[in-house]
């Protein structure tokens, strides 16, 4: 589930029957019970989408007999009633299935609510039909819109009509052409859409070669969450079109759906399965010594050597660290093991050094690009070696009579409780989730999310999952924050905050001696 959206559109298929009913109530229920099988087959949500015309009024009384535009006869003789439908709708949900309908008229709409449909699907041929828009964002229903083509511009605009009316909505990348040629797909525009509209499901609505099964795993690893294709079901009587699946078609097309997922795995980082750490550890390069290193003796990188194998116990190259010490005496060739060497503890700044990189990472999901003219504070209330826990990543960008900062935690971390006596300051949301308390009061934000602190007033902040977050306010000086935690206000500046000019050097204070790293 995204997070805009309250519906949860995740791994939805939507089954769209449209007119391959043929008009038969019959033949409509053989098409439903047909994909329920399926769908329960394999385990995942199915919708059965339907499509309402009001056909009286939709086609102009002086072209009802026309035969030029092909979609007009097919429309005329495949004409269902609503009793008819809510036959269907009770099949459908009584296979499990969720219920969903393209309205192509505004009475459709309110037969759609009357009905109690699940979901109302905007066809890519409405979705600029702003009356109809209108009347589906009214409905109070989740919302699927398709998209095909559509400006970029028309799409922005239905993004913000359905955002800022509230509803739970989804955009499915489409290519109306029936059949899609391979050629034609632009599946990325499924990474395109997903990085313009952060947050949204965005779906693949799908009208290729039913028994090319390669684009809706091409689908799946751009981040599709959400499918549809025309289904249908052959007799010796009914053929299907050349975009529409059979059954059988819509089984291969889902279980190629679950090897994708199985082969892209989460967007999490893995823990690596046992059988790849082996594989590693065999072609690592252990420590070895180049002569007898006595016992007692400091050992230098002079005195030791790296090849493979890395045996159990031993110290790999990429542990090594100068000032080891051997607690036994080691034979030219042998291994520096975890039993009979040391290995010095981690310097303090080891802490923040590692720290730079997964903030720089940070920022790079977040889209924030930064110059080279801003300062980098690293808050550590209570040292540096507790700095994972309680601390943050300040970049100070601008400080005139108005102040910029951007602010980084990483996930886990807290600033302690403080105020300011002179500063005003506004914290907006840039990614992430940023927990704030603020005069007793808890609140949550998200990306785009802004509160304000006014002076004089308590407030700390914490994130479970990482975020990055703005900060404006008037000027910034020196001395301005006051902690809950007295030990902190008597602390020196430069005791809870390790001050860099810029990171790509990444050069710490003397205090720390010559510690740059690329």
């Known amino acids: 589930m995204n997070e805009l959206d309250g519906f949860d559109f995740t791994d939805l298929f939507v089954f769209d029957m449209a007119n391959n009913h043929q008009g038969s109530v019959e033949h409509g229920l053989k098409v439903i019970v047909s994909l329920g099988e399926v769908a329960r087959r394999h385990g995942v949500r199915g919708a059965m989408k339907f499509q309402f015309r009001q056909l009286d009024t939709f086609i102009h009384p002086a072209f009802r007999t026309n035969q030029e535009n092909k979609h007009i006869p097919r429309f005329q003789s495949t004409r269902l009633e609503r009793s008819d439908y809510q036959i269907l709708v009770d099949a459908a949900r009584e296979e499990g299935l969720m219920t969903m309908c393209t309205p192509f008229d505004e009475e459709s709409v309110d037969i759609i609510v009357d009905m109690g449909f699940d979901i109302i699907k905007i066809a890519s041929c409405s979705a600029e039909d702003w009356p109809l828009v209108e009347k589906a964002a009214e409905a109070g229903l989740p919302l699927v819109c398709s998209t095909g083509g559509m400006t970029l511009s028309g799409i922005d605009s239905l993004n913000s009509h359905f955002t800022h009316r509230g509803v739970d909505f989804a955009i499915m990348h489409c290519v109306s052409i029936y059949p899609s040629p391979p050629e034609t797909l632009q599946l990325n525009q499924i990474d395109a859409l997903c990085q313009r509209y952060p947050g949204r499901s965005i779906g693949w609505s799908t009208h290729e070669d039913p028994n090319?099964?390669?684009?809706?795993?091409?689908?799946?690893?751009?981040?599709?969450?959400?499918?549809?294709?025309?289904?249908?079901?052959?007799?010796?009587?009914?053929?299907?079109?050349?975009?529409?699946?059979?059954?059988?078609?819509?089984?291969?097309?889902?279980?190629?759906?679950?090897?994708?997922?199985?082969?892209?795995?989460?967007?999490?980082?893995?823990?690596?399965?046992?059988?790849?750490?082996?594989?590693?550890?065999?072609?690592?390069?252990?420590?070895?010594?180049?002569?007898?290193?006595?016992?007692?003796?400091?050992?230098?990188?002079?005195?030791?050597?790296?090849?493979?194998?890395?045996?159990?116990?031993?110290?790999?190259?990429?542990?090594?660290?100068?000032?080891?010490?051997?607690?036994?005496?080691?034979?030219?060739?042998?291994?520096?093991?975890?039993?009979?060497?040391?290995?010095?503890?981690?310097?303090?700044?080891?802490?923040?050094?590692?720290?730079?990189?997964?903030?720089?990472?940070?920022?790079?999901?977040?889209?924030?690009?930064?110059?080279?003219?801003?300062?980098?504070?690293?808050?550590?209330?209570?040292?540096?070696?507790?700095?994972r826990e309680t601390g943050a990543v300040l970049i100070n960008c601008i400080n005139r009579e108005y102040c910029k900062k951007i602010l980084v935690q990483l996930p886990g971390q807290r600033h302690p409780e403080h105020f300011h006596k002179l500063k005003d300051e506004t914290f907006q949301v840039l990614f992430g989730q940023l927990h704030i308390q603020v005069d007793g009061k808890h609140s949550i934000l998200g990306p785009g999310q802004i509160c304000l602190v006014q002076p004089g007033t308590w407030h700390s902040f914490w994130t479970d999952t990482g975020v990055v977050f703005e900060e404006i306010s008037t000027r910034d000086v020196s001395g301005d924050s006051y902690y809950r935690d007295k030990a902190i206000n008597r602390m020196e500046r430069s005791e809870r905050k390790t001050v860099v000019d810029h990171w790509g050097r990444f050069q710490l204070p003397e205090v720390f001696g010559d510690s740059g790293i690329a």
Not at 212 to 226: F, Q, R, Y
Not at 339 to 365: G, R
Request: glycine letters at 6%; charged letters at 20%; one cysteine or more.
């Open 212 to 387: 090319d099964t390669t684009p809706v795993m091409m689908a799946v690893a751009k981040g599709a969450s959400l499918f549809e294709r025309h289904v249908g079901v052959e007799t010796d009587e009914i053929k299907l079109n050349g975009y529409s699946s059979t059954p059988e078609q819509v089984d291969r097309w889902i279980a190629a759906f679950v090897r994708a997922k199985s082969m892209c795995g989460g967007q999490e980082r893995p823990v690596s399965l046992e059988v790849e750490q082996e594989s590693i550890i065999s072609l690592m390069r252990g420590v070895y010594a180049r002569d007898v290193i006595p016992a007692g003796v400091p050992v230098k990188r002079a005195q030791v050597y790296f090849a493979m194998p890395c045996l159990e116990g031993q110290i790999d190259s990429g542990q090594w660290r100068d000032g080891a010490t051997a607690s036994a005496e080691i034979e030219a060739d042998g291994a520096l093991l975890n039993n009979n060497v040391a290995l010095p503890a981690a310097a303090t700044e080891t802490v923040l050094k590692t720290a730079v990189h997964e903030v720089k990472a940070l920022l790079n999901l977040a889209n924030v690009p930064l110059n080279t003219e801003f300062s980098t504070e690293y808050s550590h209330h209570y040292g540096i070696s507790e700095f």
